[in-house]
Protein backbone atom coordinates (compact mmCIF):
# COMPACT_ATOMS: atom_id res chain seq x y z
CA UNK A 1 0.00 0.00 0.00
CA UNK A 2 1.48 3.40 -1.00
CA UNK A 3 2.04 5.73 1.34
CA UNK A 4 -0.99 8.25 -0.11
CA UNK A 5 -3.41 4.57 0.22
CA UNK A 6 -2.55 4.49 3.90
CA UNK A 7 -3.07 8.53 3.82
CA UNK A 8 -6.82 8.40 2.28
CA UNK A 9 -7.45 5.18 5.04
CA UNK A 10 -6.31 7.04 7.97
CA UNK A 11 -7.96 10.27 6.81
CA UNK A 12 -11.00 8.78 5.38
CA UNK A 13 -11.15 6.83 9.27
CA UNK A 14 -12.49 10.23 10.32
CA UNK A 15 -16.00 9.80 8.68
CA UNK A 16 -16.24 7.15 11.44
CA UNK A 17 -16.16 9.46 14.28
CA UNK A 18 -18.45 12.20 12.66
CA UNK A 19 -20.75 11.07 14.84
CA UNK A 20 -19.05 11.31 17.84
CA UNK A 21 -18.78 15.09 16.96
CA UNK A 22 -14.90 15.12 16.28
CA UNK A 23 -13.83 17.63 13.59
CA UNK A 24 -10.77 16.75 11.42
CA UNK A 25 -8.88 19.31 13.55
CA UNK A 26 -9.68 17.68 16.23
CA UNK A 27 -9.25 13.77 14.74
CA UNK A 28 -5.41 15.08 13.63
CA UNK A 29 -4.96 15.52 17.05
CA UNK A 30 -6.65 12.05 18.70
CA UNK A 31 -5.04 10.66 15.16
CA UNK A 32 -1.16 12.24 16.90
CA UNK A 33 -1.67 10.04 20.10
CA UNK A 34 -2.46 6.92 18.84
CA UNK A 35 0.12 6.90 16.05
CA UNK A 36 2.70 7.91 17.88
CA UNK A 37 1.94 4.92 20.36
CA UNK A 38 1.66 2.15 17.28
CA UNK A 39 4.94 3.84 15.53
CA UNK A 40 6.89 4.09 18.81
CA UNK A 41 6.69 0.05 18.12
CA UNK A 42 7.69 0.20 14.30
CA UNK A 43 10.37 2.98 14.30
CA UNK A 44 12.12 1.56 17.68
CA UNK A 45 11.40 3.77 20.32
CA UNK A 46 8.59 1.88 22.20
CA UNK A 47 11.59 1.88 25.50
CA UNK A 48 10.42 5.80 25.47
CA UNK A 49 6.95 4.56 26.16
CA UNK A 50 5.66 3.07 29.75
CA UNK A 51 5.23 -0.52 29.46
CA UNK A 52 1.28 -0.46 30.55
CA UNK A 53 0.69 2.13 28.01
CA UNK A 54 2.80 0.12 24.86
CA UNK A 55 0.99 -0.59 21.63
CA UNK A 56 1.13 -4.03 22.08
CA UNK A 57 -0.74 -3.93 25.43
CA UNK A 58 -3.77 -1.27 24.06
CA UNK A 59 -4.33 -3.73 20.76
CA UNK A 60 -4.56 -6.66 22.87
CA UNK A 61 -6.97 -5.56 25.21
CA UNK A 62 -10.69 -6.92 23.34
CA UNK A 63 -12.91 -4.81 25.79
CA UNK A 64 -13.70 -1.49 24.42
CA UNK A 65 -14.61 0.34 27.72
CA UNK A 66 -11.64 -1.22 29.47
CA UNK A 67 -9.49 -0.14 26.33
CA UNK A 68 -11.55 3.24 26.96
CA UNK A 69 -10.57 3.72 30.66
CA UNK A 70 -7.00 2.77 29.75
CA UNK A 71 -6.62 5.08 26.83
CA UNK A 72 -8.02 7.98 29.29
CA UNK A 73 -5.83 7.16 31.67
CA UNK A 74 -2.45 7.12 29.46
CA UNK A 75 -3.49 10.67 28.18
CA UNK A 76 -3.77 12.26 31.78
CA UNK A 77 -0.54 10.04 33.39
CA UNK A 78 1.98 9.01 30.62
CA UNK A 79 3.89 12.52 30.66
CA UNK A 80 4.47 12.09 34.24
CA UNK A 81 5.64 8.20 33.85
CA UNK A 82 7.77 8.61 31.46
CA UNK A 83 11.45 10.77 31.24
CA UNK A 84 11.73 11.42 27.94
CA UNK A 85 11.08 14.83 27.11
CA UNK A 86 9.29 14.50 23.11
CA UNK A 87 6.59 12.34 24.97
CA UNK A 88 6.13 14.44 27.70
CA UNK A 89 5.67 17.34 25.49
CA UNK A 90 3.60 15.43 23.38
CA UNK A 91 0.91 14.45 25.48
CA UNK A 92 0.89 17.67 27.44
CA UNK A 93 -2.12 18.03 28.65
CA UNK A 94 -3.58 15.18 26.31
CA UNK A 95 -7.43 14.41 26.13
CA UNK A 96 -9.31 13.21 24.10
CA UNK A 97 -12.45 13.96 22.03
CA UNK A 98 -14.16 10.56 21.84
CA UNK A 99 -16.88 9.81 23.40
CA UNK A 100 -17.62 6.13 22.30
CA UNK A 101 -15.79 3.47 22.80
CA UNK A 102 -16.37 1.69 19.87
CA UNK A 103 -15.09 4.42 17.87
CA UNK A 104 -11.31 3.93 20.01
CA UNK A 105 -11.34 0.40 19.03
CA UNK A 106 -12.50 1.28 15.50
CA UNK A 107 -8.92 3.27 15.32
CA UNK A 108 -6.52 1.21 17.51
CA UNK A 109 -7.44 -1.78 14.97
CA UNK A 110 -7.30 -0.08 11.78
CA UNK A 111 -4.02 1.25 12.15
CA UNK A 112 -2.97 -1.86 13.74
CA UNK A 113 -3.63 -3.42 10.20
CA UNK A 114 -1.87 -0.83 8.19
CA UNK A 115 1.52 -2.09 6.82
CA UNK A 116 3.67 0.57 7.05
CA UNK A 117 6.78 -0.45 4.82
CA UNK A 118 7.27 -1.99 1.60
CA UNK A 119 10.15 -3.00 -0.83
CA UNK A 120 9.53 0.00 -2.76
CA UNK A 121 9.34 2.90 -0.48
CA UNK A 122 10.61 1.59 3.17
CA UNK A 123 10.09 4.02 5.62
CA UNK A 124 7.01 5.99 4.23
CA UNK A 125 5.58 7.02 7.90
CA UNK A 126 7.00 10.69 7.87
CA UNK A 127 5.85 11.35 4.68
CA UNK A 128 2.17 9.94 5.65
CA UNK A 129 1.92 12.15 8.90
CA UNK A 130 2.87 14.99 6.36
CA UNK A 131 -0.14 14.24 4.28
CA UNK A 132 -2.61 14.18 6.69
CA UNK A 133 -1.36 17.73 7.93
CA UNK A 134 -1.36 18.91 4.68
CA UNK A 135 -5.17 17.46 4.10
CA UNK A 136 -5.82 19.25 7.52
CA UNK A 137 -4.37 23.01 6.64
CA UNK A 138 -7.23 22.20 3.42
CA UNK A 139 -10.02 21.86 5.43
CA UNK A 140 -10.71 25.32 5.55
CA UNK A 141 -12.93 25.13 8.68
CA UNK A 142 -10.65 23.64 11.13
CA UNK A 143 -8.32 27.42 10.70
CA UNK A 144 -5.07 25.00 10.76
CA UNK A 145 -4.09 26.33 7.38
CA UNK A 146 -2.44 29.28 9.34
CA UNK A 147 -0.12 26.54 10.67
CA UNK A 148 1.06 25.47 7.04
CA UNK A 149 2.89 26.73 4.35
CA UNK A 150 2.32 25.04 0.72
CA UNK A 151 4.75 22.58 0.61
CA UNK A 152 6.18 24.05 -2.89
CA UNK A 153 6.93 27.32 -1.27
CA UNK A 154 8.57 25.59 1.33
CA UNK A 155 10.76 23.69 -0.87
CA UNK A 156 11.30 26.57 -3.13
CA UNK A 157 12.84 29.55 -0.32
CA UNK A 158 14.80 26.12 1.11
CA UNK A 159 16.30 25.75 -1.92
CA UNK A 160 17.31 28.97 -2.35
CA UNK A 161 18.74 29.58 0.71
CA UNK A 162 20.92 26.41 0.59
CA UNK A 163 21.37 25.12 3.81
CA UNK A 164 24.82 24.04 5.00
CA UNK A 165 25.99 21.54 7.40
CA UNK A 166 27.12 23.04 10.29
CA UNK A 167 24.68 25.42 10.61
CA UNK A 168 21.99 26.32 12.82
CA UNK A 169 18.57 27.51 11.53
CA UNK A 170 15.36 28.49 13.00
CA UNK A 171 11.89 29.04 12.55
CA UNK A 172 10.10 31.32 15.29
CA UNK A 173 6.89 30.98 14.00
CA UNK A 174 7.01 26.88 13.40
CA UNK A 175 3.44 25.70 12.98
CA UNK A 176 4.15 21.80 11.95
CA UNK A 177 7.88 22.37 11.38
CA UNK A 178 7.78 22.29 7.96
CA UNK A 179 10.52 24.65 7.03
CA UNK A 180 12.75 23.09 9.42
CA UNK A 181 11.69 19.93 8.53
CA UNK A 182 12.46 20.66 4.58
CA UNK A 183 15.55 22.17 5.38
CA UNK A 184 17.02 18.64 6.68
CA UNK A 185 15.88 17.01 3.91
CA UNK A 186 17.43 19.01 2.07
CA UNK A 187 20.99 18.35 3.16
CA UNK A 188 19.96 14.39 3.66
CA UNK A 189 19.16 14.91 -0.17
CA UNK A 190 22.49 16.52 -0.91
CA UNK A 191 25.22 15.23 0.91
CA UNK A 192 23.69 12.03 2.78
CA UNK A 193 25.22 13.23 6.02
CA UNK A 194 23.21 9.94 8.10
CA UNK A 195 26.07 7.82 6.46
CA UNK A 196 28.72 10.20 5.97
CA UNK A 197 28.86 11.70 9.46
CA UNK A 198 29.34 10.23 12.85
CA UNK A 199 30.12 11.57 15.80
CA UNK A 200 29.28 15.13 17.17
CA UNK A 201 28.87 16.43 13.82
CA UNK A 202 25.95 13.91 13.35
CA UNK A 203 24.86 14.72 17.21
CA UNK A 204 24.47 18.49 15.74
CA UNK A 205 22.70 18.09 12.73
CA UNK A 206 19.54 15.52 14.13
CA UNK A 207 19.62 17.67 17.73
CA UNK A 208 20.79 20.88 17.28
CA UNK A 209 20.85 22.30 13.86
CA UNK A 210 17.21 23.24 13.45
CA UNK A 211 14.62 24.84 16.10
CA UNK A 212 11.89 26.05 16.13
CA UNK A 213 8.97 28.33 18.86
CA UNK A 214 5.25 27.64 18.51
CA UNK A 215 2.24 29.69 20.69
CA UNK A 216 -0.69 27.50 19.89
CA UNK A 217 -0.43 23.95 22.35
CA UNK A 218 -2.08 21.66 19.30
CA UNK A 219 0.55 23.00 16.52
CA UNK A 220 3.61 22.82 18.64
CA UNK A 221 2.12 18.84 19.66
CA UNK A 222 2.24 18.13 15.82
CA UNK A 223 5.13 19.72 15.17
CA UNK A 224 7.10 17.64 17.79
CA UNK A 225 5.43 14.69 15.93
CA UNK A 226 6.36 15.57 13.28
CA UNK A 227 10.09 16.19 13.77
CA UNK A 228 10.13 12.83 15.31
CA UNK A 229 9.15 11.11 12.70
CA UNK A 230 11.15 12.56 10.60
CA UNK A 231 14.27 11.43 12.88
CA UNK A 232 15.05 14.62 14.44
CA UNK A 233 15.27 15.37 18.08
CA UNK A 234 14.97 19.32 17.37
CA UNK A 235 14.24 21.43 20.24
CA UNK A 236 11.17 23.55 19.80
CA UNK A 237 9.91 25.72 22.45
CA UNK A 238 5.63 25.99 23.38
CA UNK A 239 5.56 29.70 23.76
CA UNK A 240 5.64 33.33 22.39
CA UNK A 241 8.73 34.40 20.04
CA UNK A 242 7.95 38.17 20.75
CA UNK A 243 8.12 37.70 24.80
CA UNK A 244 11.51 37.12 26.33
CA UNK A 245 11.96 33.41 25.09
CA UNK A 246 12.30 34.61 21.62
CA UNK A 247 15.70 36.20 22.88
CA UNK A 248 16.69 32.72 22.97
CA UNK A 249 16.97 32.27 19.66
CA UNK A 250 20.32 34.28 18.70
CA UNK A 251 23.53 34.04 16.74
CA UNK A 252 21.80 32.25 13.86
CA UNK A 253 23.03 30.95 10.53
CA UNK A 254 19.17 31.28 9.00
CA UNK A 255 15.81 31.73 9.32
CA UNK A 256 13.19 30.11 7.73
CA UNK A 257 9.17 31.52 8.15
CA UNK A 258 5.92 32.29 7.75
CA UNK A 259 4.84 34.39 10.75
CA UNK A 260 0.98 34.56 11.91
CA UNK A 261 -0.67 37.46 9.95
CA UNK A 262 -2.80 40.57 12.20
CA UNK A 263 -1.83 42.27 15.24
CA UNK A 264 -1.84 41.11 18.81
CA UNK A 265 -5.06 41.29 20.89
CA UNK A 266 -6.17 44.92 22.05
CA UNK A 267 -2.78 46.09 19.67
CA UNK A 268 -0.94 45.65 22.60
CA UNK A 269 2.57 45.55 22.03
CA UNK A 270 5.17 42.89 22.44
CA UNK A 271 6.79 42.19 26.11
CA UNK A 272 10.04 41.97 24.23
CA UNK A 273 12.21 44.83 25.38
CA UNK A 274 15.05 44.38 22.66
CA UNK A 275 13.02 45.23 19.58
CA UNK A 276 13.68 48.98 18.71
CA UNK A 277 10.39 49.96 17.27
CA UNK A 278 7.72 47.67 19.18
CA UNK A 279 4.40 47.48 17.36
CA UNK A 280 1.18 46.22 17.67
CA UNK A 281 1.84 44.87 14.00
CA UNK A 282 3.06 40.96 14.68
CA UNK A 283 4.80 40.80 11.51
CA UNK A 284 6.80 44.41 12.27
CA UNK A 285 8.03 42.53 15.56
CA UNK A 286 8.53 39.03 13.98
CA UNK A 287 10.56 40.90 11.52
CA UNK A 288 12.65 42.72 13.63
CA UNK A 289 13.48 39.26 15.58
CA UNK A 290 14.39 37.46 12.87
CA UNK A 291 16.89 39.93 11.03
CA UNK A 292 18.08 40.40 15.26
CA UNK A 293 18.37 36.87 15.33
CA UNK A 294 21.36 36.53 12.45
CA UNK A 295 24.77 36.78 13.20
CA UNK A 296 26.80 39.40 11.92
CA UNK A 297 30.03 37.19 10.60
CA UNK A 298 28.84 37.60 7.12
CA UNK A 299 26.59 34.57 5.48
CA UNK A 300 23.57 34.93 7.91
CA UNK A 301 20.06 34.61 5.67
CA UNK A 302 17.06 34.76 5.97
CA UNK A 303 13.73 34.31 3.89
CA UNK A 304 10.59 35.07 5.15
CA UNK A 305 6.86 35.28 4.29
CA UNK A 306 5.09 38.48 4.44
CA UNK A 307 1.93 40.00 4.36
CA UNK A 308 1.43 43.05 1.95
CA UNK A 309 0.84 45.65 4.49
CA UNK A 310 4.32 44.87 5.91
CA UNK A 311 5.62 46.66 2.50
CA UNK A 312 3.37 49.80 2.56
CA UNK A 313 2.30 50.72 6.37
CA UNK A 314 3.69 53.54 7.20
CA UNK A 315 5.01 54.96 11.01
CA UNK A 316 6.73 51.79 12.76
CA UNK A 317 6.52 50.07 9.59
CA UNK A 318 8.47 52.81 7.70
CA UNK A 319 11.06 53.05 10.21
CA UNK A 320 10.92 48.71 10.48
CA UNK A 321 11.68 48.82 6.48
CA UNK A 322 14.67 51.20 7.00
CA UNK A 323 16.20 49.81 9.77
CA UNK A 324 15.64 46.39 7.99
CA UNK A 325 17.60 48.24 4.66
CA UNK A 326 20.40 49.25 7.19
CA UNK A 327 21.04 46.09 8.92
CA UNK A 328 20.52 43.54 6.43
CA UNK A 329 21.02 43.58 2.70
CA UNK A 330 17.43 43.36 1.65
CA UNK A 331 18.30 42.02 -2.15
CA UNK A 332 14.61 40.42 -2.77
CA UNK A 333 11.44 40.64 -2.75
CA UNK A 334 8.99 37.97 -4.42
CA UNK A 335 5.15 39.02 -5.01
CA UNK A 336 3.10 36.05 -4.26
CA UNK A 337 0.39 34.95 -6.06
CA UNK A 338 -3.14 35.47 -4.22
CA UNK A 339 -4.84 32.05 -3.61
CA UNK A 340 -2.70 29.75 -1.94
CA UNK A 341 -3.11 30.60 1.13
CA UNK A 342 -5.72 29.09 3.33
CA UNK A 343 -7.42 33.00 3.43
CA UNK A 344 -8.92 33.96 0.70
CA UNK A 345 -7.78 36.92 -1.03
CA UNK A 346 -4.39 37.40 1.70
CA UNK A 347 -2.02 39.33 -0.53
CA UNK A 348 1.74 38.00 0.70
CA UNK A 349 5.31 38.29 -0.68
CA UNK A 350 8.46 36.65 0.38
CA UNK A 351 11.45 38.45 1.55
CA UNK A 352 14.81 37.20 0.78
CA UNK A 353 17.84 39.18 2.87
CA UNK A 354 21.20 39.20 4.73
CA UNK A 355 22.40 40.37 7.63
CA UNK A 356 25.48 42.98 7.06
CA UNK A 357 28.57 42.84 9.13
CA UNK A 358 27.63 46.49 10.33
CA UNK A 359 24.75 48.48 10.95
CA UNK A 360 24.52 50.84 8.04
CA UNK A 361 24.20 51.13 4.43
CA UNK A 362 23.79 47.07 3.47
CA UNK A 363 21.11 47.13 0.69
CA UNK A 364 22.07 49.11 -2.13
CA UNK A 365 19.35 47.48 -4.59
CA UNK A 366 16.49 45.33 -4.10
CA UNK A 367 15.27 42.91 -6.98
CA UNK A 368 11.34 42.22 -7.61
CA UNK A 369 9.46 39.63 -9.15
CA UNK A 370 5.40 39.76 -9.88
CA UNK A 371 4.04 36.10 -9.62
CA UNK A 372 0.75 38.11 -8.92
CA UNK A 373 -0.34 39.99 -11.73
CA UNK A 374 -2.56 38.56 -14.12
CA UNK A 375 -1.34 35.26 -12.63
CA UNK A 376 -3.58 31.86 -12.39
CA UNK A 377 -6.16 31.57 -9.89
CA UNK A 378 -4.74 28.62 -7.73
CA UNK A 379 -7.38 26.07 -6.04
CA UNK A 380 -8.46 22.52 -6.31
CA UNK A 381 -8.50 22.46 -10.12
CA UNK A 382 -5.66 25.04 -10.52
CA UNK A 383 -3.28 23.38 -8.39
CA UNK A 384 -0.51 25.33 -6.86
CA UNK A 385 2.98 23.33 -7.71
CA UNK A 386 6.81 23.83 -7.12
CA UNK A 387 7.05 24.36 -11.28
CA UNK A 388 5.14 27.82 -10.63
CA UNK A 389 8.33 28.99 -9.49
CA UNK A 390 10.67 28.31 -12.27
CA UNK A 391 10.65 31.64 -14.24
CA UNK A 392 11.47 33.35 -10.78
CA UNK A 393 14.44 30.76 -9.98
CA UNK A 394 15.97 31.47 -13.12
CA UNK A 395 15.77 35.40 -12.36
CA UNK A 396 16.86 34.45 -8.49
CA UNK A 397 19.72 32.83 -9.59
CA UNK A 398 21.05 34.32 -12.77
CA UNK A 399 19.79 31.59 -15.22
CA UNK A 400 20.27 28.25 -12.85
CA UNK A 401 16.88 26.17 -13.90
CA UNK A 402 14.32 24.68 -11.33
CA UNK A 403 15.66 21.58 -12.44
CA UNK A 404 19.17 22.30 -11.64
CA UNK A 405 18.65 24.27 -8.47
CA UNK A 406 19.09 21.73 -5.65
CA UNK A 407 22.79 20.76 -7.12
CA UNK A 408 24.14 23.91 -8.89
CA UNK A 409 23.22 26.22 -6.55
CA UNK A 410 25.17 27.23 -3.24
CA UNK A 411 22.86 30.33 -2.19
CA UNK A 412 25.20 33.48 -3.76
CA UNK A 413 23.95 36.37 -5.14
CA UNK A 414 25.22 36.92 -8.59
CA UNK A 415 23.76 41.07 -9.85
CA UNK A 416 25.29 41.32 -12.87
CA UNK A 417 24.09 37.64 -14.02
CA UNK A 418 20.36 38.88 -12.48
CA UNK A 419 20.63 41.85 -14.21
CA UNK A 420 20.97 39.67 -17.60
CA UNK A 421 17.36 37.67 -17.52
CA UNK A 422 15.22 39.10 -19.68
CA UNK A 423 11.58 38.99 -18.17
CA UNK A 424 9.08 41.62 -17.75
CA UNK A 425 8.33 40.31 -14.21
CA UNK A 426 11.53 40.93 -13.21
CA UNK A 427 12.98 44.47 -11.92
CA UNK A 428 15.24 46.34 -9.71
CA UNK A 429 15.35 49.40 -7.93
CA UNK A 430 18.14 51.28 -6.33
CA UNK A 431 18.01 52.39 -2.48
CA UNK A 432 18.17 55.84 -3.66
CA UNK A 433 14.74 55.25 -5.90
CA UNK A 434 13.06 53.68 -2.88
CA UNK A 435 14.24 55.85 -0.56
CA UNK A 436 12.34 58.57 -2.81
CA UNK A 437 8.85 56.69 -2.95
CA UNK A 438 8.94 57.08 1.62
CA UNK A 439 10.79 53.87 1.33
CA UNK A 440 7.66 51.66 0.45
CA UNK A 441 8.51 48.46 -0.28
CA UNK A 442 5.20 48.20 -2.42
CA UNK A 443 6.52 48.05 -5.59
CA UNK A 444 7.91 45.63 -8.37
CA UNK A 445 4.07 44.68 -9.80
CA UNK A 446 3.88 45.39 -13.73
CA UNK A 447 1.14 47.47 -14.97
CA UNK A 448 -1.74 44.69 -15.96
CA UNK A 449 -2.93 46.91 -19.09
CA UNK A 450 0.79 46.03 -20.58
CA UNK A 451 1.07 42.68 -19.89
CA UNK A 452 -0.01 40.85 -22.73
CA UNK A 453 1.05 36.48 -21.85
CA UNK A 454 -1.96 34.37 -21.89
CA UNK A 455 -2.33 32.68 -18.53
CA UNK A 456 -4.65 30.44 -17.69
CA UNK A 457 -7.72 31.10 -15.17
CA UNK A 458 -10.02 28.93 -13.36
CA UNK A 459 -13.38 29.09 -15.27
CA UNK A 460 -16.00 30.59 -13.33
CA UNK A 461 -18.16 27.43 -13.12
CA UNK A 462 -15.11 25.56 -11.67
CA UNK A 463 -15.32 28.07 -9.24
CA UNK A 464 -19.36 28.21 -8.59
CA UNK A 465 -18.49 24.43 -8.39
CA UNK A 466 -15.71 25.26 -5.71
CA UNK A 467 -18.04 27.46 -3.88
CA UNK A 468 -21.06 24.75 -4.09
CA UNK A 469 -18.60 22.06 -2.42
CA UNK A 470 -17.84 24.36 0.57
CA UNK A 471 -21.40 24.74 0.81
CA UNK A 472 -22.79 21.34 1.22
CA UNK A 473 -19.72 20.64 3.28
CA UNK A 474 -20.94 23.40 5.81
CA UNK A 475 -24.29 21.97 5.16
CA UNK A 476 -23.39 18.69 6.69
CA UNK A 477 -21.97 19.98 9.79
CA UNK A 478 -24.61 22.47 10.63
CA UNK A 479 -26.91 19.37 10.12
CA UNK A 480 -24.34 17.37 12.79
CA UNK A 481 -24.49 20.11 14.85
CA UNK A 482 -28.64 20.24 15.52
CA UNK A 483 -28.71 16.92 15.64
CA UNK A 484 -26.07 17.39 18.91
CA UNK A 485 -28.06 19.71 20.42
CA UNK A 486 -31.12 17.56 19.91
Not at 24 to 39: A, D, K
Not at 321 to 334: F, W
Request: charged share 30%; net charge negative.
Amino acid sequence: MSAEEIANKLWNLCNVLRDDGVTYHQYLNELTYILFLRLSEVKGFEKDIPEEYRWSKLKGISDNKELFDTYRDLLTNISAKTKNATVKEIFSNASTTLRKPVNLKTLVTSIDAIDWYDDVEQDKIATIYEELLERNAGEKKSGAGQYFTPRPLINVMVELMAPKLGERWNDPAAGTFGFMIAADQYLRDKYDYIYTLDGEARRFQLEDAFSGCELVEDAHRLALMNAKLHGLESYIALGDTLTDLGKKFNNLDGVLANPPFGTKQGGEKPTRDDLTFPSGNKQLNFLQHIYRSLHKKGGARAAVVLPDNVLFEDGDGRKVRKDLMEKCKLHTILRLPTGIFYAAGVKTNVLFFERGQNEIGNTDKVWFYDMRTNAPSYGKRTPFTRNAFADFVKAYTGGITLSELKNNYDGGIDHARRAEVQDERWSCLSREEISKKNDSLDLGLIAYANYSSSVHTEEPIDLAREAADELKAIQVELNQIIELLG
